[in-house]
């Protein structure tokens, strides 16, 4: 075994490893994003619904 074939392979394992981390926190990412999401659906309803209850208040 020559000395550049560790380097090779250490090569390949750090990069694969940094490929799966680099899956992994865009994986993170995308999930919290769809939780900031639905909390601004909730949001959004829970201000329609207000107005709509005060525009049917008011008249």
Known sequence: MKSS?????FAIIGALLTA????WNL???LTRTQVEVEH????VA???N???RRY???N
């Open 40 to 43: 601004i659906k909730q949001d």
């Open 5 to 9: 074939d560790w380097k090779f392979w």
């Open 56 to 58: 049917a208040f008011e």
């Open 27 to 29: 994986k993170v990412d």
């Open 50 to 52: 207000l107005m709509e």
């Open 20 to 23: 799966s981390g680099m899956f």
């Open 46 to 48: 829970y201000i329609k």
